[in-house]
């Protein structure tokens, strides 16, 4: 069994209300969802399928470290 990890999820509403989830962690992890709650149960799937890929090539040790979000004015 595959240690617990935390990862972020960076959340966004798209055009047609659906909430958009990504890990910028984890390379094309991103899923979507009607709700943030069915957002984040999908999102656990997609974070483990990810993680099973990138165990399967040793990769595991290259996550990136996540800082944060900054708003900026232009």
Same mark, same amino acid.
């Given at each position: 069994m595959m240690k617990k990890r935390e990862f972020y999820v960076v959340i966004e509403r798209d055009e047609d209300g659906f909430y958009v989830g990504e890990v910028p962690q984890l390379k094309a992890c991103y899923s $979507?969802?009607?709700? #943030? %709650? @069915?957002?984040? *149960? +999908?999102? &656990? *799937? /997609? #974070?483990?399928?990810?993680?099973? *890929?990138? @165990? *399967? +090539? %040793? +990769? =595991?040790? +290259? =996550?990136? @470290?996540? #800082?944060? /979000? $900054? &708003? #900026?004015? /232009?």
């Open positions: $979507q969802g009607e709700t #943030i %709650d @069915e957002l984040m *149960e +999908n999102m &656990k *799937e /997609v #974070i483990t399928m990810c993680l099973e *890929e990138l @165990e *399967e +090539n %040793d +990769n =595991l040790v +290259n =996550l990136n @470290e996540f #800082i944060g /979000v $900054q &708003k #900026i004015r /232009v």
